[in-house]
C-alpha cells in the first residue's frame, strides 16, 4: 500500500476508500443479522450503521497500509440472548461475507454500463475486487474468521465442540497463513475464477 501511495496518491486514495467500504459493510452485517436475531448487543453499541466510524479499527487501518492486509472492528454479540445459539452464531458470521459477495455482484452490475477505463470504472472495478476478497478470506476456516463459527454451526454439537477447542489455536494459524504465501494461493486464485464469473477482466 505504501508503494501505491508513492506511485499513484490518487489510486492509493481510491483503495483505502474501497476498503473502507467493504469493511464497513461487513461489519454492518454482521451488527444487522445479530439483532435480527434477538441480540441487541451491537445495536446498543452503535454498530448498526453503515458508518465507517463505527467499523473502522485504527491499528486494523494502519497495518493495512503499512503492511497490506488489515481489518475492522469486531463485531461483539452475546449468544444467550439467541434463540439457537449455535446456528444463530453460524449465521451472523455468514453474514458478513454474504454482505460483500452481494455488494461485488451489484457493483460489477453497475460497472457493466460504465466504461472500464475511466477512472469511476476503475474504482468499482476495485470495490468489486476487495469485496471478493474479503468474502473469501473471511470464509477461511480459523479464528478470528467468520468461517471458523459457520463450520462450528454446521457441524453436531459434539464434534462443534471439538472444533471449538481449536479456537484458541486460530491466530497463530492465520498468521502462518498469510506469511507462508497460502493467501496468494488460496484466496487469489478464488477471487480471480469469481470475477470471471461476474463478466469481469483486471
Keep these: 500500500m505504501l508503494n501505491l501511495l508513492a506511485q499513484s496518491p490518487l489510486i492509493f486514495a481510491i483503495v483505502l476508500v474501497a476498503l473502507v467500504i467493504s469493511l464497513s459493510v461487513h461489519e ?7 439483532d435480527k436475531l434477538g441480540d441487541p448487543t ?37 449468544p444467550a440472548n439467541l434463540k ?10 455468514l ?6 459477495f452481494i455488494l461485488a455482484i451489484i457493483t460489477a452490475t453497475v460497472l ?26 473471511n470464509l ?8 471458523f463459527k459457520i463450520v462450528g454451526g454446521l457441524l453436531p454439537n459434539n464434534l462443534a465442540i471439538q472444533w471449538y477447542q481449536m479456537q484458541p489455536y486460530g491466530i497463530i494459524i492465520l498468521v502462518a497463513f498469510i506469511f ?6 488460496v484466496v487469489l486464485p478464488v477471487v480471480d475464477i469469481l470475477t470471471k464469473m461476474l463478466g469481469l477482466t483486471a
Design 95 to 100: 453474514a458478513g461475507p454474504a454482505s460483500n
Design 180 to 185: 507462508t504465501n497460502s493467501f496468494q494461493k
Design 112 to 137: 457493466k454500463f460504465v466504461n472500464p477505463g475511466s477512472l469511476v470504472g476503475g474504482a468499482l472495478y476495485l470495490l468489486v475486487f476487495y469485496n471478493l476478497m474479503l468474502g473469501v478470506f
Design 42 to 78: 451491537a445495536r446498543y453499541l452503535g454498530r448498526v450503521t453503515l458508518n465507517p466510524r463505527a467499523h473502522i479499527d485504527p491499528l486494523g487501518m494502519l497495518f493495512l497500509v503499512v503492511a497490506g492486509f488489515g481489518w475492522g472492528k469486531p463485531v461483539p454479540f452475546n
Design 28 to 34: 454492518f452485517a454482521h451488527a444487522w443479522v445479530s
Design 140 to 147: 477461511m476456516p480459523f479464528h478470528p474468521l467468520d468461517g
Design 84 to 93: 439457537f445459539p449455535k446456528r444463530d452464531s453460524a449465521l451472523i458470521a
